[in-house]
């Protein structure tokens, strides 16, 4: 990857908390534009690599450059060019949701003249503009998650991470943050960390595999799934199952494993050019036919 593609640079990152290790030599370029996904299980290091990257842990050794700066040189260049939304978002209570943008916004030098404008456009990005005059401490989880998403935006930051960002939301305000964070995609870099492989295969370009401190995978949604042992499942239903001649089947190329459940035959194939084939050997016999394809959450579970 060329160096001026690279929003962030990761090398060699290590940290430590006492006995546990939570980085353990950690690589990973992040390219200008792209929607990158962090997912891993839980004490897996996402949380540290981005308050490292945020400038608000330390490392014990490694280097992060964010834009071609240094997190041990220039912290506070690299804080006005991250808007961040914390796994749990510390917003001040008392404060009323237009206020706290505001606060927000005159401490990461947004013009005067342009702050009021940029402070009305998000509260309706996040349909909130309602709601700008009631204070955070009245405000239901998904809706300070959605002022916690504004607050991250308020100085139109270069790089956006979101940690967990739809964690204990109810399915519509889930949808209305993927959406905002679609929108992102192609003029912002971002940086996603989530346990929902749907909003990560749907959001990303690529995804990291973090477990134990370091990256065991990266590629985009497509590539990792094709990574799936016995890639494509078919799936079908007969009358009588004792009538086919599986010998036909597992003779061939393409077929991993059979395996009977009922009266449900489960193939397991790595390419998808025997199909037809399969099907003609069931014949009338079969009444019910469809095939899965591997998720991320059989690549998470195979990986970590
Ligand atoms: N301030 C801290 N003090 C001590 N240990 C910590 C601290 N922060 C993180 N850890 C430990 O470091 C490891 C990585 O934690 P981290 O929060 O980065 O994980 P995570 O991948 O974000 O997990 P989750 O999915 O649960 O949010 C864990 O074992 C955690 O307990
Ligand atoms: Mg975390």
Redesign the pocket.
């Known amino acids: 990857m060329n160096s001026d593609d690279v929003m962030v640079k990761i090398g060699s990152l290590t940290k430590s ?1 006492g006995h ?1 290790k ?1 980085l353990d030599n950690m690589n990973l370029d992040i390219k200008k534009g792209e929607l990158l996904g962090i997912i ?1 299980p ?7 690599a981005i308050r490292i990257i945020c400038c608000i842990l330390q490392p014990n050794s490694g280097e992060v450059m964010v834009g071609g700066y240094s997190i041990y040189n220039d912290q506070i260049k690299i804080k006005s060019m991250i808007g961040y939304l914390p ?1 749990e978002p510390n917003l001040y209570e008392r404060f009323k949701a237009r206020n706290l943008l505001k606060y927000f916004g005159e401490l990461y030098g947004v013009p005067k003249n342009q702050l009021d404008g940029r402070i009305d456009e998000l509260l309706e990005l996040v349909g909130m503009s309602e709601r700008a005059e009631d204070r955070i401490n009245t405000f239901s989880k998904g809706l300070r998650q959605r002022i916690g998403i504004a607050r991250a935006l308020i100085h139109d930051p270069e790089l956006i991470i979101f940690d967990e960002p739809t964690m204990g939301l109810d399915p519509a305000t889930s949808r209305t943050v993927r959406n905002f964070i679609k929108e992102l995609k192609g003029d912002k870099t971002v940086i996603l960390c989530t ?1 929902y492989m749907d909003e990560a295969d749907l959001l990303c370009d690529r995804v990291a595999i973090l477990n134990q401190g370091r990256i065991r995978d990266i590629g985009t949604p497509k590539t990792l799934k094709e990574q799936v042992h016995g890639d494509i499942i078919l799936k079908v239903k007969v009358h009588q199952p004792q009538k086919i001649d599986t010998n036909r089947i597992t003779a061939l190329n393409s077929v991993e494993a059979l395996n009977l459940e009922g009266n449900q035959f489960l193939i397991s194939l790595n390419t998808r050019e025997d199909i037809s084939t399969i099907i003609d050997v069931f014949g009338s016999q079969a009444y019910s036919v469809n095939t899965k394809e591997p998720t991320l959450d059989d690549v998470f579970i195979q990986s970590v």
């Not at 839980?42 to 540290?48: E, F, P, R």
Request: proline residues 0%; without cysteine.
């Open positions: 908390f546990i939570a891993g839980n004490g897996a290091g996402k949380t540290t796994e346990h």
